[in-house]
T-cell receptor, first 110, second 115 residues
Framework: TQLLEQSPQFLSIQEGENLTVYCNSS?????LQWYRQEPGEGPVLLVT?????EVKKLKRLTFQFGDARKDSSLHITAAQPGDTGLYLC??????????FGQGTRLTINP | GAGVSQSPSNKVTEKGKDVELRCDPI?????LYWYRQSLGQGLEFLIY????????KSGLPSDRFSAERTGGSVSTLTIQRTQQEDSAVYLC?????????????FGQGTRLTVV
C-alpha cells in the first residue's frame, strides 16, 4: 500500500501546455516536499510546503499544500522540454521517516 | 565535494552472492536513509537512521537485507544471498533531521545487477 499516491504516473505533453500533478494521501503530514530526478542522478529538492493551504511559486512551477495537509499539487505553466523528468512528492509524518510517492514521469515534447 | 557519496556506482553480482553498498553522508547530518528504486519508479523506503536512536527497519523487504551506521556517519547496506529481484538502484540520502523543512540530499546511487 502506497502512503502517497501520485497521479498521473506518466504524462507526455507538448511544449507550451500547462499541466498539474497530484499527490494524495489519507494521512496528515508535517510537511510535503517535491523533488525532481533526472536519469542517473539522485532526486533534488524543489520545494517544501509546511502550512495547510500554503502556495509556493518557483518560476513557472506552482506548489500547493492542501488545507488538511494530506495532499499537494504541482502545476507547471507553459511547459518546456527542460521540465522533462521524474517528479516525486515526499512527506514527513511527525519526527519520522521521509516517504515518497511512486513518481510522475513527465515528458515535454518540442 | 561535500555531497553524499555512494560506492560502488555500479555492481554486477552473481545470484546467491553477498554484496555491500556504502554511503558517506554529508558531515553533520544526523539522519540517513536508504531507498530502492526500480526502473525509474518511485523510491521504496528501506531503512532510516536518526542520531543514536534505534533505526527504523520497517522497509527492509526480507531478512537478507541489513544495514548499519558506524559512528553516526558512514552506512553500509548488506544484501545476503542476492536474488534477481534485488536488481535496482539503491539510493542513500542524508539530512539534518526529520524536521518539517529539512532537505534530503541524495547520492547518485549504486546500480545493482544480479545475474
Amino acid at each position: 500500500t502506497q502512503l502517497l499516491e501520485q497521479s498521473p504516473q506518466f504524462l507526455s505533453i507538448q511544449e507550451g501546455e500547462n499541466l498539474t500533478v497530484y499527490c494524495n494521501s489519507s494521512s496528515v503530514f508535517s510537511s510535503l516536499q517535491w523533488y525532481r530526478q533526472e536519469p542517473g542522478e539522485g532526486p533534488v529538492l524543489l520545494v517544501t510546503v509546511v502550512t495547510g493551504g500554503e502556495v509556493k511559486k518557483l518560476k513557472r512551477l506552482t506548489f500547493q499544500f492542501g488545507d488538511a495537509r494530506k495532499d499537494s499539487s504541482l502545476h507547471i505553466t507553459a511547459a518546456q522540454p527542460g521540465d522533462t523528468g521524474l517528479y516525486l512528492c515526499a512527506g514527513i509524518q511527525g519526527a519520522q521517516k521521509l516517504v515518497f510517492g511512486q513518481g510522475t514521469r513527465l515528458t515535454i515534447n518540442p | 565535494g561535500a555531497g553524499v557519496s555512494q560506492s560502488p556506482s555500479n555492481k554486477v553480482t552473481e545470484k546467491g552472492k553477498d554484496v555491500e553498498l556504502r554511503c558517506d553522508p554529508i558531515s553533520g547530518h544526523t539522519a540517513l536513509y536508504w531507498y530502492r528504486q526500480s526502473l525509474g519508479q518511485g523510491l521504496e523506503f528501506l531503512i532510516y537512521f536518526q542520531g543514536n536512536s534505534a533505526p527504523d527497519k520497517s522497509g527492509l523487504p526480507s531478512d537478507r537485507f541489513s544495514a548499519e551506521r558506524t559512528g553516526g556517519s558512514v552506512s553500509t547496506l548488506t544484501i545476503q544471498r542476492t536474488q534477481q529481484e534485488d536488481s535496482a538502484v539503491y539510493l542513500c540520502a542524508s539530512s539534518l533531521g526529520p524536521r518539517p523543512n529539512t532537505e534530503a540530499f541524495f547520492g547518485q546511487g549504486t546500480r545493482l545487477t544480479v545475474v
